[in-house]
């Protein structure tokens, strides 16, 4: 091989330097390289060999390769560059090392266009890294800053203590993970999992070099103290614990709920390691992770963390902002201390939860609680505002509402929620009575064990009641009277049903409704338990159905329209206020008599109209000529009476 040096002034290094022509052969594909080295650096390695610079050591096997400085080594390989303490291996799973570059002290590079630059850099074939401590081990990947580790193919680590360990992962910031969940943490031994993907030859070249430094043994030191410590299931909960009690993350949320999160952890993880993957998980190559900020941590395939303290866990998650987590298959978190379990879940703005597929939590404190291995598309739990729960297929809108499974809350202050009681058929065990499908538009209402019902309004109660439509402020739909006194009453057992009430429609202020489709509208109106079919239209007015009464005194069919009447008579209507009765009265009927309008056998009543109070009748005026025939029922105005009298008068 010839060797010919030329000097030549390098504007970029303000100096003459030497410039060496090497030489294979003399034919027209000779391959020139050429070496910028100083001038001064020429004169002091005057006696050294042919590319050894400073006390750089170059292998008689390696070609067209230059050692510049003490300590700096080409060990073989073509067209090879280490300076300034810098080690190239000779080759690299069988393959001559070649273009590579290591700069700096305990640099190391092997394979072909490898590149370390900086103290105790690392790269392998077709992998840069730049900066201190930094390691790229897989091809096509990069390491740029302090003790960073690419350990993807095509993957990227940039900043302070960042990792990747999947293809095409990116890990940018510091104390970043990006890669699969299996090797991230410790195993049983205290090991690094990660450092299983460390093969044994990229472990045999560097401890060629630095018996005294085994890589896995460097790489250990160098992040014992890094956010890989300990393992995902316990670094979750180890958060969330010490963000759920006191002044944490999650402290104003329910103890019950607290308590569930390490069991909704633990599924989470399962899910994630099944290799079956569950229904709502898919099965992708895991690749792709993105960490950018600080001590975020990304593993679903294709997930993405960005800013700090953030976990995307499921395949294509997505988290941004600040200690958010993104635990199931598309899965999204956005804002402060947001929490998604669920499958295709979303949390926005700051400590809300989502768990189950499709559910969403947005704005505060919100916990959108559904299945969390729900298949169903059709079973999200929706919560929006501040500090608003929702069980599964329910919507929560404003601020502290409560939904249970199927129901609807928009306002403030609305709850509806389950309760239990003593069971009917089993006496001594609980029961549940469920709401479901309920709509609740205002503030304070409160239902509980109530089926398909409508408020709107503020502060109404119901209680275990079913199709029942309030309107209005105050008004209470429960059970007031005892209802075990009830069935033990022979009169009345047989009249009592299991709800309080159902079928009802109330609208208006302070009404309170026990019976059973009744119709009540106005202020301070009440039905008892045992009226049915009742209507009361007017303020203070009742429907009576009291057990201890004679049934003929119940309001049922009966309907009260004005102010403070006791409509206590059966198929009976009261008009005006303060109306009363004290009920049908039979009437004699002469032998002969043909009477309509009587009650069908003896010991039967029939109902009554009265428009007024004993002393204080009303007239009824305006009536219509009724039908004076055999049949008739019609009544008979005051001008028909009296062509009847003045036909009687005439005649006698």
């Known amino acids: 091989m010839n060797k010919i040096f030329k000097s030549k002034f390098n504007k970029t290094l303000g100096s003459w330097v030497a410039v060496s022509e090497l030489a294979k052969g003399f034919c027209k594909n000779s391959k020139l390289s050429l070496t910028a080295i100083s001038l001064v650096a020429l004169t002091a390695s005057a006696h050294a060999a042919p590319g050894e610079v400073e006390g750089g050591v170059v292998d008689s096997s390696a070609t067209e390769s230059v050692a510049i400085g003490k300590g700096s080594e080409v060990k073989g390989g073509n067209n090879n560059l280490a300076a300034a303490g810098g080690f190239v291996a000779a080759e690299y799973k069988g393959t001559n090392s070649e273009n590579a570059i290591s700069i700096g002290k305990d640099a190391f590079a092997a394979g072909q266009n490898a590149t370390a630059i900086g103290n105790g850099t690392f790269a392998l074939t077709n992998a840069s890294s730049f900066g201190l401590n930094s390691f790229a081990f897989k091809e096509h990947s990069l390491s740029v800053g302090e003790n960073n580790i690419a350990l993807g193919t095509k993957s990227s680590a940039v900043g302070y203590q960042n990792l990747t360990s999947s293809e095409y992962a990116n890990a940018f910031g510091s104390n970043n993970y990006a890669g699969e969940l299996k090797n991230f943490g410790v195993d049983d031994t205290g090991n690094f999992i990660f450092l299983d993907l460390v093969s044994d030859a990229d472990a045999a070249k560097y401890n060629e070099k630095f018996a005294s430094k085994a890589i896995k043994d460097r790489l250990k030191e160098l992040y014992a103290d890094s956010s890989l410590a300990g393992n995902m299931d316990g670094k ?153 729960k929702a069980e599964k297929k329910a919507i929560s809108v404003g601020r502290s509402n409560t939904t249970v499974e199927d129901t609807y809350a928009f306002g403030v202050s ?104 009744n119709i009540v509208i106005g202020n301070r109106n009440k039905s008892y338990y045992l009226a049915k079919n009742a209507i009361i239209i007017g ?114």
């Open 236 to 388: 979750l909960k180890d958060f969330y614990k010490s963000n759920g009690l006191g002044k944490g993350l999650y402290s104003k949320m329910s103890r019950e709920f607290r308590s569930g999160l390490a069991d909704l952890i633990d599924k989470s993880i399962e899910a994630y390691n099944n290799e079956n993957c569950r229904i709502n998980d898919s099965c992708q190559p895991f690749k792709q992770q993105t960490a950018l900020g600080s001590n975020n941590i990304a593993t679903g395939s294709e997930s993405t963390a960005v800013g700090s303290n953030n976990f995307a866990l499921g395949q294509l998650s997505s988290v941004f902002g600040n200690s958010n987590s993104a635990l199931r298959t598309k899965s999204s978190a956005f804002g402060y201390g947001n929490l998604v379990i669920g499958p295709e879940a979303s949390a926005v703005g700051s400590r809300n939860i989502a768990t189950g597929r499709f559910s969403l939590a947005y704005g505060t404190l919100n916990q959108a609680i559904s299945d969390e291995n729900s298949s169903s598309q059709s079973a999200p739990a929706i919560a929006i505002g501040y500090f608003n």
């Open 414 to 517: 609305n709850k509806i929620i389950n309760f239990e009681k003593y069971s009917a058929q089993n006496p001594g065990e609980k029961e549940k009575v469920r709401s479901r499908k309920d709509w609740v538009f205002g503030y304070n209402n409160n239902l509980e064990g109530v089926e398909n019902s409508t408020v709107l309004g503020g502060s109404n109660q119901i209680k275990e009641s079913n199709r029942i439509s309030v309107f209005g402020y105050n008004n209470k739909i429960a059970k007031h009277t005892n209802r075990k006194v009830l069935i033990e009453n022979d009169k009345v057992k047989n009249y009592v049903t299991e709800v309080t009430a159902f079928d009802a429609l109330v609208a208006g202020n302070d009404n309170t409704v026990d019976g059973v489709r």
């Open 539 to 652: 303020h203070g007015s009742v429907a009576l159905a009291l057990p201890d009464e004679d049934l003929k005194k119940w309001s049922w069919n009966t309907v009260a329209i004005g102010n403070d009447i006791k409509a206590n008579v059966v198929n009976s209507v009261f008009l005006g206020g303060e109306s009363a009765s004290d009920g049908y009265h039979t009437v004699d009927k002469p032998e002969d008599a043909k009477w309509k309008g009587m009650p069908s056998r003896p010991g039967n009543t029939l109902g009554i109209v009265t428009v007024g109070y004993a002393d204080h009748e009303r007239q009824i005026q305006n009536v219509a000529a009724g039908r004076v025939t055999e049949d008739s029922t019609d009544a008979i105005n005051g001008s028909q009476l009296y062509w009847f009298k003045k036909s009687l008068d005439e005649k006698i």
